[in-house]
C-alpha cells in the first residue's frame, strides 16, 4: 500500500533551522519507511515547487545559508606555487574544518582545473544556487583580482578571496594596536611593502582605508622599488608608484616606520632593522621563513614591535583569526556581498579584544599565565573562543548599516549566545544570571584574593559590573600580583589582610564566641580564628559589611565551607545544606543534588535537599522535573534505598503538592519520557523527562557528575550552595576563571534575592 504524505509533513522535514536559532542535535530522522519518503521521493518534491515559485525559499528547505564553497584552481598554494588543482586538494579540505571548527560552517571544497580567468569566474558564478558564499583560495595573482572583482559584480552572494583580505584584516588589526603602544598616529606613519601579490596589495588597501596616507606607502617587488617611470607597469601595481628618488629595499627602509613584507625569506639583516625609524612595526608575514628571522631582528634593536605568520613567535597574523567569523556574520544576515565596511568592522572588533583580559583556557592553551595586551600580544590567539562573539555580530551589524543583509538581527544578546551554541558553548543559563547580577550589584568579598586566577576573575567582575570585589590577603602580594598582571584597575578594590586588623578581628571574634561558646570554643580561640580569611570573610557577610563570600579554589571543600557553616549557618526552616551542580551539553541543562555535602541522607533529609534543590532550579528560571533516583523504577525492585527514595517523594508530595517529583526511578528512565510512557504512563515525567536529579547518596551523586564533566563532554557550573542563611558558595578546587565569575554572579544574584528565595 502506497504511503500517504502530507505536504505539511514534507515540509516540515526540510524545514532548516529559523534564522537565528540553532538545532545543534540532529532532527532529521531517517527510521523508518515514512522518513524516507518524506526525506525524498515523493516528499521532497513539496519544497521544490514552493522554491520554484519563491527562490528565497532555498534558505528555508535546505541547507544554502550555512554552505561554504572555498574554490581554488591550485595555481598559488601556500608557498609552493602553481601545484595544480588536485595539490591543492588538502589545504582545500584543511579550510573546511576550520570554518566548521571555529564558526559552525559547512563546506564544500571544490577543485578546478582551469587557468583562464573568464572561464574560471563563469564556472564559480554558475554554483551561485549551491552556496551561501564563496571563499577563493590560492589563486594566483593578476588573475585573482580579476576574478573577485567579477565575482561580486555577478554574485548575489557574499565572495572573498581570503589571501588578499584575511591577510589584511588580521595584519591591520596588529597594526592599530602597534600603533597604540609606539605613539605614533597612522596619517603620520611611512611604510614600506615588500611584496606585490593579492595580499600586500589587499592589506595596502585596508591601510589606507584607516587612514594612512598613499604618498607614505613605498612599494617594492622582485625589482626593486615600484616607480611610477618603470615602464610596462600593470595597472594593480601602479596604483602604489611612487615618484621618490628610490630603487631598492634598503634605500626605502632608511627612516621608515613600517614594514610590512608579503614576500620572500630571508631577505633582510640586522642591519636593515636599524635603518628603520625609532619605534619600528617589522610584520615580516612570508612563510614558512620570515622576511628576517625572528630572534634576529629582535636582538637587533630593544624597540622593535613584531609580528610573522608562525605561530612559534609572538604575534602570527593568522587568517583563522578573521575568515570564519566574518562569513558567519555575512550568512547570518544573508548579507549580498562582504564590502568594506564589514572588513574594517572585523578590523577594529579584532584590535578591541585584544585589549581585554585573557581567559584561562586560552593561557592554558598555549602554555603561559601572563598574556596581556603588549608588544608580544597584539591581536588574540586563534583558539580564543571570544573570537565568534566579537567579529561575527560586528560584522552582521556592518553589513545591516551598509546596507547589503537581506534580514536583520535584533536581539543581539540573544545571537551572541547562539554562536557561542555553534562552537559548542551554552551559556544561556549564565547569561540570564549575570544579566541579573549586572542590575544590581553587590559587595563580594574573596577570600583567596592573593592568588592570579581568582585577581583576574576580580577584574573582570570589576569591569562586567557584576560585583564589588573586596580582597582579602597579604597587601603587598596582592599588590605585586596586580601589577604583575597588569590588573590595573583592581587598586582601587578594597584589600584586608585578617592579620592587621586587630579591632576588627576582636569585635568579630567576640560574635563568634557568642555562637559557639556552647560548643567548645572559648574567646581566644574565636579571635584567633577570625584571623583565617575564610571565618573573616563570613563573618564580614554575616555582619553585613559584605553581600557574599566566595572562596574554595585553594582549599578542600570541607576546610571552605566549615568556617561558613559556623559563622553564618543554614536558613531558618532548614535542616542542612546541599551541594548542586549544573551540568549542560548538547542535550540540554541537568541539576544534580546532593554532589559535594550529605554522605547517607534519611528519607526525611532527602525530602530537605529536594525542596532546596527545587528552589535552586527556580532561582535559575527555570521549573524543577525532579526525579529521586534509584536502581528500581517504582518497587520494581526491594532494598534501602529504592525504600529511602520512596518514602521522600511520598513526603515530598505531602509537602509540595504542586512540585513535579518522581520516584524511585532509576537514571536513564527519568531522561526518557519515551520509556516511561511505554512502560509507566503514570509518571509524572512521562511528558518531558527530568531536568533535575537527586541522589541517594554523596557517593553517588559526586560520581555522576564527574564522569560527565570528564568523559560526557558536559560543562558543569557548581558547586551551588543551597540552603545557607547568606549567600556564600564554594568554588570547586582548580576552578578556571570563567567558573570563578560564574559563581560570583550567581553569589551576587543570591544576595539580590535572599530575602524571597526560600519560602
Excluded at 312 to 337: E, K, M
Excluded at 703 to 711: F, G, R, V
Aim: hydrophobic share 40%; net charge negative; charged share 25%.
Amino acid at each position: 500500500m502506497a504511503l500517504k504524505i502530507r505536504r505539511e509533513d514534507a515540509l516540515n522535514y526540510h524545514q532548516q533551522d529559523k534564522p537565528g536559532k540553532i538545532e545543534v542535535v540532529p532532527t532529521k530522522a531517517l527510521g523508518s519507511q515514512l522518513d524516507l519518503a518524506l526525506a525524498y521521493s515523493p516528499g521532497v518534491a513539496e519544497p521544490c515547487k514552493d522554491i520554484a515559485e519563491n527562490k528565497d525559499d532555498v534558505y528555508k528547505y535546505t541547507a544554502k545559508g550555512n554552505l561554504v564553497g572555498v574554490i581554488s584552481n591550485g595555481t598559488a598554494v601556500l608557498g609552493l606555487g602553481n601545484i595544480g588543482p588536485d595539490a591543492s586538494k588538502p589545504v582545500m579540505e584543511g579550510k573546511g574544518v576550520l570554518f566548521k571548527k571555529f564558526a559552525g560552517i559547512d563546506v564544500f571544497d571544490i577543485e578546478i582545473d582551469c587557468e583562464d580567468q573568464e572561464e574560471l569566474v563563469r564556472i564559480v558564478r554558475s554554483l551561485e544556487p549551491t552556496f551561501g558564499g564563496i571563499n577563493l583560495e590560492d589563486i594566483k595573482a593578476p588573475e585573482s583580482f580579476y576574478v573577485e572583482e567579477e565575482l561580486k559584480k555577478q554574485m548575489g552572494i557574499p565572495v572573498m578571496h581570503d589571501d588578499q583580505h584575511g591577510t589584511a584584516i588580521i595584519s591591520s588589526a596588529a597594526l592599530l594596536n602597534a600603533l597604540e603602544l609606539n605613539g605614533k598616529k597612522i596619517e603620520d606613519v611611512t611604510c614600506v611593502v615588500s611584496g606585490a601579490g593579492a595580499s600586500a596589495i589587499a592589506c595596502t588597501k585596508l591601510y589606507l582605508s584607516l587612514g594612512m596616507r598613499r604618498e607614505n606607502i613605498v612599494m617594492c617587488d622582485s625589482k626593486g622599488v615600484i616607480r611610477k617611470d618603470r615602464e610596462k607597469l600593470d595597472a594593480v601595481k601602479a596604483q602604489f608608484a611612487t615618484d621618490r628618488d628610490l630603487n631598492t629595499l634598503q634605500e626605502a627602509l632608511e627612516g621608515a616606520d613600517i614594514f610590512l613584507g608579503l614576500s620572500t625569506g630571508n631577505i633582510l639583516g640586522s642591519e636593515d632593522m636599524k635603518r628603520m625609524a625609532d619605534e619600528p612595526i617589522v610584520f615580516a608575514l612570508a612563510n614558512p621563513d620570515p622576511e628576517i628571522p625572528y630572534d634576529e631582528a629582535m636582538a637587533s634593536r630593544d624597540d622593535i614591535i613584531m609580528a610573522t605568520g608562525r605561530s612559534d613567535h609572538p604575534n602570527q597574523v593568522n587568517n583563522v583569526l578573521g575568515f570564519p567569523y566574518i562569513f558567519r556574520g555575512a550568512l547570518d544576515v544573508r548579507a549580498s556581498a562582504i564590502n568594506e565596511d564589514m572588513k574594517l568592522a572585523a578590523v577594529y572588533a579584532l584590535a578591541t579584544l585584544a585589549k581585554e583580559p585573557v581567559p584561562e583556557l586560552v593561557n592554558k592553551a598555549y602554555d603561559a599565565n601572563t598574556l596581556s595586551f603588549g608588544r608580544d600580544y597584539l591581536i588574540p590567539k586563534p583558539l580564543d573562543p571570544r573570537l565568534i562573539t566579537s567579529i561575527s555580530p560586528a560584522v552582521a551589524k556592518a553589513a545591516i548599516e551598509s546596507g547589503v543583509a537581506r534580514i536583520e538581527i535584533s536581539d543581539w544578546e540573544g545571537y551572541e549566545l547562539e554562536l557561542q551554541r555553534r562552537i559548542g558553548i551554552d551559556q544561556k543559563l549564565m547569561s540570564r544570571v549575570i544579566s541579573r547580577a549586572k542590575k544590581n550589584p553587590r559587595r563580594v568579598v574573596f577570600a583567596e584574593a592573593d592568588n592570579q586566577k581568582i585577581l583576574k576573575a576580580a577584574l573582570i567582575v570589576l569591569e562586567e559590573k557584576i560585583g564589588q570585589p573586596i580582597l582579602l590577603g597579604n597587601k603587598e602580594r596582592i599588590t605585586t600580583i596586580i601589577e604583575e598582571n597588569q590588573l590595573d584597575n583592581l587598586k582601587d578594590c578594597p584589600i584586608i589582610d585578617p592579620r592587621q586588623e586587630e579591632e576588627k578581628t576582636a569585635e568579630y571574634g567576640q560574635v563568634l564566641y557568642e555562637k559557639r561558646k556552647r560548643k567548645g570554643v572559648t574567646p581566644y580561640e574565636a579571635t584567633k580564628l577570625m584571623r583565617d580569611r575564610n571565618y573573616f570573610g563570613a563573618m564580614m557577610v554575616e555582619m553585613g559589611e559584605a553581600d557574599a563570600l566566595i572562596s574554595g579554589l585553594t582549599k578542600d571543600y570541607p576546610k571552605t565551607i566549615t568556617p561558613a557553616l559556623q559563622v553564618i549557618g543554614v536558613r531558618p526552616g532548614a535542616d542542612r545544606v546541599a551541594g548542586m551542580y549544573i551540568l549542560s551539553n548538547n542535550r540540554g541543562t541537568w541539576f544534580f543534588s546532593d554532589t559535594t555535602l550529605n554522605v547517607t541522607p534519611t528519607a526525611d533529609q532527602l525530602v530537605d535537599i529536594i525542596g532546596s534543590t527545587a528552589e535552586g532550579v527556580r532561582f535559575f528560571g527555570l521549573e524543577p522535573r525532579v526525579a529521586v533516583l534509584s536502581y528500581s523504577n517504582f518497587g520494581s525492585s526491594k532494598g534501602e534505598v529504592p525504600a529511602k527514595t520512596a518514602e521522600a517523594v511520598r513526603k515530598a508530595h505531602e509537602k509540595w503538592p504542586d512540585l513535579v517529583v518522581e520516584g524511585d526511578i532509576q537514571a536513564n528512565i527519568a531522561l526518557n519520557p519515551q520509556l516511561q510512557q511505554e512502560n509507566y504512563p503514570f509518571s509524572a515525567l512521562a511528558k518531558e523527562g527530568a531536568n533535575t536529579l537527586i541522589f541517594p547518596d554523596l557517593a553517588s551523586g559526586n560520581i555522576a557528575y564527574k564522569l560527565l564533566m570528564e568523559m560526557g563532554g558536559a560543562e558543569g557550573i557548581g558547586p551551588v550552595l543551597l540552603g545557607m542563611n547568606k549567600p556564600v558558595h564554594i568554588l570547586q578546587l582548580g576552578s578556571s576563571i570563567r567558573e570563578i565569575v560564574n559563581m560570583v554572579a550567581i553569589a551576587v544574584v543570591d544576595a539580590q534575592t535572599q530575602d524571597t528565595r526560600y519560602k
